[in-house]
């Protein structure tokens, strides 16, 4: 035997949602034609401008020029042992590598050579796999712009397929809408008052 | 006991080979006795391989050195600990432990669907044996570790015992390593259960939303423990490796990544089709997607494809991976191919501001994450092929390419949960936005008075502080409504909310965790690193603390000889601790490792490393980082555990529909009879 109480508030979700399409029809049909329209911002072109933003923002800081210090330079320069790691955080003690390179890197910035000039002193001497990360030319820019690239077209694919899935105006689907039954009506809203739901459970 | 487990292996074989054709043709026939009996085979291959783990455990234990596989991984001296991790310290045990824990999963995954899914089980059983047959045949033929030493003289061939093994890698004897490689290997081979139920569901057609529901908890359970695992991943790294971090985007590392983002997006947009019938198609794909990486995180880990500081996984076992990934990919696109007609969306979107379409952007930014990192962690490979050049990606790429998308998700985050479904309204979006937005924007204006200038970590403070609101705004809310409604206190209010909808409130719980990541990520652009070299009396600053060292001591365990650093720091004129760092020198691997001091607070960490010893001066040469807020990433794993098990915890709401569920069947049944 299943109580009451049990059966009502097992059942409240899905009556809510069943409810609250007709409530949102009923509540569209009667704001129509009353009063100006408020205007919604497209919050999908808020969202991509957000990620344009931080696309630039990111490329912004790349390009950024900092003046360059051993241990600037040092997490950005692997250590050729083939331990993997930058020199700064290769774990080989005494390692001959880091030994040789870090005074290369000194004299360098001695030299007041920039961040960008220094990299690609070291990617001369020592090969293009010294930088920890690809240079931002020739084939190896794809590594950097790709991934912005993918972001951007993938929020279009999304904002597309989301436009295309969207329902027909909500004041059309609203003119074929039934009446509410105001008991069905008053009992959802108390069910949602007593259980603290609101329309986003 | 080599040739017990080896039998158990090939039982094991058997019974999987057997289960994937009983299961196959069970469920074509629908013969029950067939499905019963692929169950019972599958079964007794987990009864198998836990004989074999068996086996390979007391060979560890009883210091059996005639087996390869523990005069490679162990040595007398090992602690007992650490001896019952040597199971998953190289290739061959940890290949066993993979397919052993699969086992587990079926038999889980058969055992409570035993009066359930009973038209999907039998291609379940086949999809997960199916799995087992690669697994269980790599570990017999490929990298069996039961394989006994012999000494190959004039004389002939004779069985060969050495008095000792190598040990166990120093890097590896570590407590958080002992568990971080299981929890790993939980969530990469759970990720299985999720993809048979999804094949399954594409063979009999069952499209709709049961195998869905099923899944859910089969993919929290992997997704938790995988986060679980990879957070414990970071905290070896922290405590061993001695460089001041704790996540460098090692390919391996990122490899473990990716199916974690995946399985995120896929619980996130399983919502959508539970509550509103939509993103059929995107579900499956996502449940094969995060199989697949799962299987090419391994792959990736073991092929040696591109450079790791992982290196001590690998073998030449990369090949038969890439066939059976070739093998997955065909299999499941084509099945979803042939039944995209059953895949079709119930309902349209009711608005573009809505749950469903924070959904949609929620899974854009987590699929653009896991191109980025794919694409950053492959790249080196494409290079090559492409311009004949090996060019490195390391953090610096990463930290530029995923910083800001990990922002957008951030911002989701909060955003996210105060969006309803259908159709969220200007005026709504206002309400809920304005005092997050307002608290965010303060706390940016304070922080850019105190001085900081980093942009990102201003952007993910502030964000935090945004997200954190919202969040807690809808425990506020909800709490308020109780309290008003029901009379109850602060503390049952939220109580009942929760376990009202521990889903929902769960992931909230889930959602604050991620949040607590984000500031200890945010921690990393405030890093302070300074090095000298020390003796008895020295002094060295770093920030407001001073250390001082008190000298070196030298000393010998069974296991290794150690040089101690002895330190002690004052903070602001005050005594603040008493640190120890040190290098151990491993007699049986004959290797040197650190063991670094690390004083956690809420606010920053300091740590100290004893680098070696300076040849010339023989002072010791000692490396001190502050960290600050590095804690609060750790905090914030265990909130994200404990938010998804909160989450796993059936709900008042949930628990009553089973009681109904369970009343109608008995109802149905007692009326069957009569």
Redesign the interface.
């Known amino acids: 035997m299943v109580s009451r109480n049990t059966a009502r508030s097992a059942w409240a979700t899905p009556l809510v949602a069943g409810v609250t399409t007709e409530m949102q029809a009923a509540h569209h049909k009667s704001q129509k034609g009353k009063g100006p329209r408020i205007w919604q911002p497209p919050l999908e072109w808020a969202a991509a401008a957000l990620a344009l933003c931080l696309c630039l923002a990111s490329l912004t800081r790349a390009d950024a020029p900092r003046k360059p210090t051993l241990e600037s330079i040092g997490d950005q320069v692997m250590c050729l042992c083939g331990c993997v790691a930058t020199i700064n955080h290769c774990p080989h003690r005494d390692c001959a590598t880091v030994a040789e390179m870090r005074p290369v890197i000194a004299q360098e910035i001695a030299a007041g050579k920039d961040e960008t000039t220094i990299l690609q002193d070291l990617a001369i001497r020592y090969g293009v796999q010294v930088l920890a990360a690809p240079p931002a030319h020739g084939f190896s820019l794809t590594a950097w712009i790709l991934p912005s690239i993918g972001l951007l077209a993938s929020l279009s694919f999304v904002v597309a397929v989301a436009r295309r899935w969207r329902k027909p105006r909500p004041a059309l689907a609203g003119a074929d809408a039934k009446p509410v039954d105001p008991k069905l009506l008053a009992a959802v809203e108390e069910e949602m008052k007593t259980s603290g739901m609101t329309t986003r459970d | 006991m080599n040739q017990l487990g080896t039998v158990g292996l090939i039982a094991a074989l058997a019974f999987a080979a057997y289960a994937v054709v009983a299961g196959a043709i069970g469920g074509k026939l629908r013969s029950s006795r067939l499905t019963t009996s692929a169950e019972r085979a599958a079964l007794s291959f987990f009864v198998m391989l836990t004989l074999a783990v068996a086996a390979l455990e007391y060979l560890i234990l009883t210091n059996n050195f005639h087996n390869a596989y523990v005069a490679e991984h162990s040595n007398r001296d090992l602690q007992t600990f650490y001896k019952v991790a040597a199971l998953w310290a190289g290739q061959e045990g940890s290949l066993l432990f993979w397919t052993w824990l699969l086992s587990i999963y079926s038999a889980l995954a058969i055992l409570l669907n035993r009066h359930k899914n009973r038209q999907l089980m039998p291609y379940v059983v086949a999809v997960l044996m199916g799995t087992g047959v690669f697994f269980s045949s790599l570990v017999l033929f490929i990298a069996n570790p039961f394989q006994e030493l012999s000494l190959t003289t004039a004389a002939g061939t004779q069985a060969f015992t050495p008095p000792d093994g190598n040990g166990l890698n120093p890097v590896l004897q570590y407590h958080s390593m002992v568990i971080h490689p299981p929890m790993l290997y939980l969530g990469y081979v759970g990720m299985v259960v999720p993809f048979a139920f999804a094949m399954g569901a594409l063979i009999t057609r069952q499209l709709g939303d049961n195998w869905i529901r099923t899944t859910r908890r089969w993919t929290m359970v992997p997704w938790a423990l995988l986060g679980l695992g990879i957070l414990l991943g970071g905290n070896w790294a922290y405590a061993v490796?001695?460089?001041g971090?704790y996540w460098?985007w090692?390919p391996v590392e990122n490899a473990s990544l990716l199916p974690w983002l995946s399985g995120t997006a896929f619980l996130h947009s399983v919502m959508i089709q539970e509550?509103r019938g939509?993103l059929k198609v995107w579900n499956v794909v996502l449940v094969i997607t995060t199989f697949f990486l799962s299987i090419f995180g391994t792959f990736l880990t073991r092929s040696g494809i591109v450079?790791?500081?992982h290196?001590f996984a690998q073998s030449s076992i990369g090949p038969f991976f890439s066939v059976f990934l070739c093998i997955i990919l065909f299999f499941s696109v084509t099945l979803l191919l042939l039944r995209l007609d059953h895949l079709k969306?119930e309902n349209?979107?009711?608005?573009?501001?809505s749950?469903e379409?924070g959904f949609?952007?929620n899974?854009?930014i987590l699929?653009?994450l896991v191109?980025?990192v794919l694409?950053?962690t492959l790249?080196p490979l494409i290079?090559k092929a492409?311009?004949g050049?090996?060019?490195?990606?390391?953090?610096?790429?990463f930290n530029?390419?995923a910083?800001?998308?990990g922002?957008?998700l951030l911002?989701l985050t909060g955003a996210g949960?105060?969006?309803?479904?259908?159709?969220t309204?200007?005026?709504s979006l206002r309400r809920n936005f304005i005092l997050p937005l307002i608290f965010a924007g303060v706390t940016g204006a304070l922080l850019l008075v105190a001085g900081v200038r980093h942009?990102?970590a201003l952007m993910t403070l502030c964000l935090s502080v945004f997200v954190a609101v919202c969040v807690l705004g809808?425990f506020w809310?909800?709490?308020r409504?109780?309290m008003k409604?029901?009379g109850e206190n602060f503390a049952q209010?939220i109580y009942h909310?929760t376990m009202?909808?521990t889903r929902?409130y769960g992931g909230y719980v889930v959602h604050l965790g991620i949040v607590l990541l984000f500031i200890g990520f945010a921690g990393l652009a405030f890093k302070t690193?300074a090095k000298a070299l020390m003796q008895e009396g020295d002094l060295l600053r770093v920030n407001n603390y001073l250390l001082r060292c008190d000298g070196l001591t030298n000393g010998d365990t069974p296991n290794y000889a150690y040089s101690r650093a002895l330190i002690t720091v004052t903070k602001d004129g005050h005594a603040f601790a008493s640190m120890h760092p040190e290098k151990r020198f491993y007699n049986a691997s004959q290797e040197?490792t650190s063991y670094v001091s690390i004083h956690p607070t809420l606010s920053e960490d300091l740590y100290v490393v004893l680098?070696?010893l300076d040849?010339d001066t023989g002072k010791a040469v000692i490396e001190v980082f502050v960290n600050p807020l590095v804690v609060w990433v750790w905090i914030g794993g265990v909130v994200v555990f404990l938010g998804t098990l909160l989450a796993l915890f059936p709900s008042?709401?949930e628990r009553?529909?089973a009681?109904?569920r369970r009343?109608q069947d008995i109802a149905v049944s007692a009326s069957d009879a009569g």
Not at chain 2, 389 to 397: D, H, I, L, R
Not at chain 2, 417 to 423: I, M, S
């Open positions: 490796l001695g460089w971090g460098a090692d509550k939509m450079s790791s500081v290196a969306s349209k979107l009711d608005s573009l501001v749950r379409s949609l952007f899974n854009w699929l653009a191109f980025a694409w950053g790249f290079s492409v311009q050049v090996t060019v490195t990606v390391s953090a610096p790429f530029k390419t910083i800001p998308i922002l957008l911002f949960p105060l969006l309803a479904w259908r159709k309204s200007f005026q942009f990102y809808e809310k909800g709490a409504t109780r409604t029901g209010a909310l009202r909808n929902r690193k040197t680098s070696g040849e008042r709401v009553e529909m009681e109904i009343t």
